[in-house]
């Protein structure tokens, strides 16, 4: 089956930070662009990352302001978001997605797990 399975959520403190990883049983994961989009209640989802197949590029939405980064480990098809200096305003679910071109928009990705949570306290 085709599936993406997010982990690495949790409830932290300001200025802490959480490393998120998502696993997917996809058999050409590397021909995939992948990404990481997050939504909180009553808001819209939003685009947080993606990156090309290899790696090569990457995009971030304004608002990481060089908190987070991507990457992708091929070999073992898996996309990891790592999150630093974490603040309220972060808390949401983080869903992560594959696709065959590098958008922001949610319609440009195919392939979507079910998120996990990350709650941030002030």
């Known amino acids: 089956q085709v599936q993406l399975v997010e982990s690495g959520g949790g409830l932290v403190q300001a200025g802490d930070s959480l490393s998120l990883s998502c696993a997917a049983s996809?058999?050409?994961?590397?021909?995939?662009?992948m990404a990481w989009f997050r939504q909180a209640p009553g808001k819209e989802r939003e685009f947080v990352a993606a990156?090309?197949?290899?790696?090569?590029?990457?995009v971030y939405a304004d608002f990481v302001m060089g908190r987070f980064t991507i990457s992708r480990d091929n070999a073992k098809r898996t996309v990891f978001l790592q999150l630093n200096t974490l603040k309220p305003e972060d808390t949401a679910v983080y869903s992560c997605?594959?696709?065959?071109?590098?958008?922001?928009?949610?319609?440009?990705?195919?392939?979507w797990g079910q998120g996990t949570q990350v709650t941030v306290s002030s």
């Open positions: 996809l058999p050409t994961f590397s021909t995939y662009v």
């Open positions: 997605a594959a696709g065959y071109l590098l958008r922001s928009s949610s319609s440009t990705y195919s392939l």
């Open positions: 990156l090309t197949s290899n790696g090569g590029r990457r």
